[in-house]
């Protein structure tokens, strides 16, 4: 199976660095794992430092500004992240804009399910999730999110991990973010 992060990867989330050792240092040059909690960035640290990968550490929320130049990353991960981010359009607003034209958007996360009944848990359980699991929202239209932040779906699948239903919907895939798309017809309706 052909590696899927290539480049510059930005894990946004990396928090104990559980993805680290899965990245191949023959196609990942470097490494920057975003990340508000340092408690957690001490346990990515420490797993680092056997790897052969450059990775530098930005200790900060997801939604605040990414200290990287516009369009310098050709991989973003989200690996069940985007479900604790307290504003996923604008996480996605910087993400969009530090990732390359031609970059790709890698994600893994929680969310609502399709199956009504497992739905009406999911927006009754995720107030008490919120606080017991790092702000986690069980209810979050991953879909949706990624759609009205801009990113078109290159891969995308859903569906069930084993355990509690309410808890375990899960959806996978790969986004690139549309801009080029988005600044053409801005500019084609302002030329009209």
């Known amino acids: 199976m052909d590696p899927k992060a290539t ?3 930005l894990e946004i989330g990396i928090g104990s660095g559980l993805n ?3 990245y191949n240092d023959d196609q990942v040059r470097r490494v920057y794992g975003l990340d ?7 346990m990515a640290r420490r797993r680092a430092a056997s790897l052969p990968l450059e990775i530098e550490f ?4 997801a939604e605040t500004a990414i200290p990287l130049p516009t369009e310098s990353i050709d991989t ?9 981010i307290r504003d996923p359009q604008i996480a996605l607003d910087e993400i969009g804009r530090v990732m390359k034209r031609d970059g790709r958007l890698i994600f893994i ?34 879909k949706a999110i990624l759609d009205q932040a801009g990113y078109e779906l290159l891969e995308s699948d859903a569906g069930y991990l084993p355990g509690p239903r309410p ?3 899960t959806y996978r895939g ?5 801009r080029q798309f988005r600044w053409w017809s801005k500019g084609l309706r302002a030329r009209v």
């Open 7 to 9: 480049g510059d990867v």
């Open 20 to 22: 680290l050792p899965f």
């Open 36 to 42: 508000p909690s340092l408690e957690l960035q001490q």
């Open 58 to 61: 930005l200790h900060q929320p």
């Open 76 to 84: 973003v991960v989200l690996t069940w992240t985007l479900c604790s």
């Open 109 to 142: 996360e929680h969310g609502c399910s399709p199956d009504e009944r497992i739905r009406g848990w999911q927006h009754r359980l995720t107030p008490l999730w919120k606080r017991i699991a790092g702000g986690c929202h069980l209810n979050r239209e991953v």
């Open 167 to 169: 808890v375990t919907y």
């Open 174 to 178: 790969v986004a690139r973010h549309g």
